[in-house]
């Protein structure tokens, strides 16, 4: 019991540390296990996802856009898990109870944010591909919706409080 304690103790210092890290790309921590950054028309943001098997996290990303009305924050980005990567870089998202594996842990998930997922974010800045991509992270179901995005309704006002609110961003 005292070594779980510990090891949430250590993993909250990870993503204190991490959250230093990421402001100088504009991502605030906004509930305990994520990072955002606000839009006009979407939330990006980062999700650390803390294994039951050891103490490393998975990191997710994903993109809501505002007027999605799911009741859950999709994760509908690309992740890693820190020791099966897909990715050319071997990101290492371990952690333990020295200082050095905290700070290596976070600079390693700044690594993954950095080479991939900004890079990913920013594919779907352009409305074509967001319209036609195969993975596009825009549920078909919300195309309409989001070309009515500049039209102000109590409706859209009342969906993006929700979309907010999901991943704890301020009004």
Request: net charge positive; hydrophobic share 35%.
């Amino acid at each position: 019991m005292k070594d779980k304690l510990l090891e949430k103790k250590q993993g909250e210092l990870v993503k204190m540390k991490l959250r230093e890290l990421l402001l100088p790309h504009d991502f605030f921590r906004t509930k305990p296990s994520f990072y955002t950054r606000l839009y006009e028309d979407r939330i990006e943001f980062i999700h650390l996802h803390k294994l039951t098997s050891g103490p490393f996290y998975r990191v997710h990303t994903g993109i809501r856009f505002l007027l999605d009305d799911l009741d859950y924050v999709a994760l509908n980005g690309i992740q890693a898990n820190g020791y099966k990567n897909e990715y050319s870089i071997h990101y290492n998202f371990r952690y333990h109870k020295d200082e050095d594996s905290i700070l290596r842990c976070a600079n390693q998930i700044l690594l993954f944010v950095e080479n991939e997922a900004i890079p990913w974010f920013n594919i779907w800045r352009y409305e074509d591909v967001l319209y036609t991509r195969q993975d596009s992270p825009l549920r078909k179901e919300l195309v309409y919706k989001y070309n009515m995005l500049k039209k102000e309704n109590k409706e859209n006002a009342e969906i993006i409080s929700k979309s907010r609110k999901l991943l704890g961003v301020k009004e």
